[in-house]
């Protein structure tokens, strides 16, 4: 089967740096995404990583490590409309053309 | 605008009165599919399908149907619907890129409620 936990809240002040932890357990893997979704709103696509390493795209990067099973989203010079929940999602060979996404963190931005 | 749209946005409806809720999208996507959100479950796929004419169940396929008839509109129909479906539904649609549809595009969501 597959798995994927990130934390159910973080929070951080303007201004800060956040980091967003998932790991997985899944029988075969191509990637990991990262979804931002505003409270009940559409989720939108952040990020893809395929390969290990450091994908960086304005305020926000996404990190992968294959051989731990990990990766990360940072979120850098969080302003407040950053507060929103974020959904990490991974997809392999085994889960067809399957997203299987995590429960989601609760980022909650303090002035 | 290219966008994927969802109707009706908002349904109350009974307990066993078939209901279907439209989604299309007009960015020529192979990939649609629909998901539901509950509270602390996150984001569940129901049904996908990678192209005209080929579904496939998600994880929580139990009380749904789809159809892919046309490559941009991908409804899905409860036939008998029940108050344990009322949830928060998203339809997305995605390129395909290699190797798997990592890159959805959701549509505003549908609300439904089933007393």
Known sequence: GQSLEQPSEVTAVEGAIVQINCTYQTSGFYGLSWYQQHDGGAPTFLSYNGL??????GRFSSFLSRSDSYGYLLLQ???MKDSASYF???SGPNQGGKLIFGQGTELSVKP | EAQVTQNPRYLITVTGKKLTVTCSQNMNHEYMS???QDPGLGLRQIYYSMN????DKGDVPEGYKVSRKEKRNFPLILESPSPN???LYFCASSPLRQPSPYEQYFGPGTRLTVT
């Open chain 2, 34 to 36: 629909w998901y539901r």
């Open chain 1, 77 to 79: 010079e969080l302003q």
């Open chain 1, 52 to 57: 290990d390493g450091l994908e960086e795209t």
């Open chain 1, 88 to 90: 990490c999602a991974v």
């Open chain 2, 52 to 55: 005209v004419e080929v579904t």
């Open chain 2, 85 to 87: 479906q009322t949830s």
